[in-house]
Every structure is written in structure tokens, then in C-alpha cells.
């Protein structure tokens, strides 16, 4: 039947980094942005389920976005990894 799929773990990682954004981009928008703008009532009166769902929507497809820009270093860069000694 062939080799079963590996995931890459820095593509399923860009990917949650992604979601997580659009967590972060949520509470900037909801905490900070919209009642500097004088929209906090409209904000508090709105859904918070909707609007999560909708930031990590868009983060999850910013994640998945920035998918085919990623290639491998040689293993050479990869100075941050950690040897045995």
C-alpha cells in the first residue's frame, strides 16, 4: 500500500504558529485596538465565540499560507539543534 504520511514537524508547527496568531491578533483587537478606537461597547456587545472563530480561521490560514515559502536548511545551518556530547 506504500509508506504511510509522515508530517513534517515545522510544517504542522507553522501551521499551530499560524492559530496562535490569530489568538494573539484577537485579544490585540478586543482588548487594545477596538476601545482605543471607541468601539469597545460594539466589541463587548458582539459574539466572542464568532470572533475567535474567525481570528483563528484567519490564522490557520495564514499558517497554511506561508507553507510552500518553507524549504529545508542543510543540516550544516542547523546550529540551534542540540548534540549529544
Request: charged share 15%.
Amino acid at each position: 500500500m506504500g509508506n504511510p504520511v509522515r508530517l513534517d514537524r515545522v510544517r504542522v508547527a507553522t501551521v499551530l504558529a499560524g492559530a496562535l496568531w490569530g489568538i494573539v491578533v484577537w485579544l490585540a483587537m478586543f482588548y487594545v485596538v477596538l476601545p482605543v478606537a471607541g468601539a469597545g461597547v460594539v466589541a463587548r456587545g458582539a459574539p466572542i465565540g464568532g470572533a475567535v472563530t474567525g481570528h483563528l480561521i484567519f490564522g490557520l490560514a495564514l499558517g497554511i499560507g506561508f507553507l510552500p515559502f518553507q524549504r529545508r536548511q542543510p543540516e550544516r545551518l542547523r546550529k540551534w539543534r542540540l548534540r549529544p556530547a
